[in-house]
């Protein structure tokens, strides 16, 4: 099975860590990330950019807005992704609970959906060199 880890931060907690604590846990993370990513379990990672370069488009009765920033008001920030291939959820969850960032925010775990089998079920084509699981495309 296939599980999203998704890492909040919560900034505060973060900048008041003592000097080099946030470098050596990134240390850590990339560490437990290489160690997953050897074993087969890491299908891709990304960090995100920091907040303020983000921007949320809404689109309402026709007319779409651009906003900065996330649009939820929220203690804890998107900070990245880790996609992992899990025996099932116990084992996503122990896995993500070696994350350090748990300290500082949380990690949500949450299964992949087999975009394929969605596609099948709304009647969407599957285009010619797709990924036959297609589970890095989002609508």
Known sequence: MRFVLTIYLDPTLLQAL???????????????????????????SQMLAEVPTAKTVRSRRGQVTVLDGPFAEAKEVLGGFNLIEAADMAEALAIAAKFPWTRVGSVEVRPVQDF???RERVGAPCLPGA?????????
């Open 131 to 139: 990924m036959a699981d297609a589970t890095s495309h989002f609508a």
């Open 18 to 44: 003592p000097a080099g604590e946030s470098d050596a846990m990134m240390r850590d993370c990339l560490a437990h990330a290489d160690e997953l990513r050897q074993q087969g379990r890491l299908l891709d």
């Open 116 to 118: 394929a089998a969605v």
